[in-house]
């Protein structure tokens, strides 16, 4: 913080203490400071216009200024001073440093730069506890990547083909296909054995049997693929 604490008493003991007159200008402070804290005002100069002396107000109230409460605050600590006090803490650096540090406004501002600090080392302190941590789940990760994760990334593209091969065997044309395939074989059989009957290497009764075994498997089968035909179109 860089407030410039008004150091001033009452007008009165300024009017009538020579001594105040021989508050040194060169001093730690800035010139400005100086020049605005350590002379009074006094109506004595006749040279100074009222333009002169109202220009001086937009200098006092320049960045860094405290806020009229916080002034009046100040002014409270300072107006009961003597005037070697006021001289002490315009010359004394270590003087005025504590002056300023025992303002309730300082005290606040110091307590919460305090806080943060303790925070920003406590999240800075759990962090590093976290790195050791961060490190070996990084490496976990590395090791499933390269081998763990390529490894079912293979298994799983096998299951997709397999899955795949089966969808493909299952479907309403290749059940289609079957059953022509299964028909052909069945009538490709019934011929043979009725060629055996006509050859007589085969008796009436076992060529009744069989044949008629075949030719319902058939009939039945073809029936199925008509109507499969007929609900896929």
Not at 54 to 60: E, F, K, L, V
Not at 70 to 79: D, P, V
Not at 221 to 232: D, K, N, V, W, Y
Request: charged fraction near 30%; include cysteine; hydrophobic fraction near 30%.
């Amino acid at each position: 913080m860089s407030w410039r604490i008004p150091l001033f008493g009452s007008s009165q003991q300024q009017q009538t203490d020579p001594n105040f007159q021989d508050i040194p200008t060169q001093s730690w402070y800035p010139p400005s400071v100086v020049g605005s804290s350590s002379r009074p005002s006094t109506p004595t100069s006749s040279s100074a216009s009222p333009h002169q002396r109202a220009s001086d107000h937009p200098q006092s109230s320049s960045r860094g200024q405290p806020s009229p409460a916080e002034a009046a605050g100040i002014i409270a600590r300072l107006k009961d001073k003597s005037i070697e006090e006021l001289q002490r803490l315009l010359k004394d650096k270590e003087a005025y440093n504590a002056f300023f540090n025992s303002l309730d406004q300082v005290k606040t501002q110091n307590n919460v730069r305090d806080e943060l600090r303790k925070e920003t080392a406590q999240l800075a302190r759990e962090n590093l506890e976290k790195e050791q941590r961060i490190l070996e789940l990084r490496n976990q990760c590395t090791i499933i990547r390269t081998t763990e994760l390529a490894a079912a990334q293979d298994r799983l593209t096998d299951l997709e083909m397999r899955k795949d091969d089966i969808m493909r065997s299952y479907s309403p044309a290749a059940l289609l296909d079957k059953l022509q395939t299964s028909m052909a074989k069945l009538d490709e059989e019934s011929e043979e054995l009725h060629q055996k009957f006509l050859e007589k290497d085969i008796d009436l009764p076992t060529f009744v049997q069989k044949y008629k075994k075949l030719r319902t498997a058939y009939h039945k089968q073809a029936l199925l693929h008509l109507a499969g035909q007929t609900s896929f179109r």
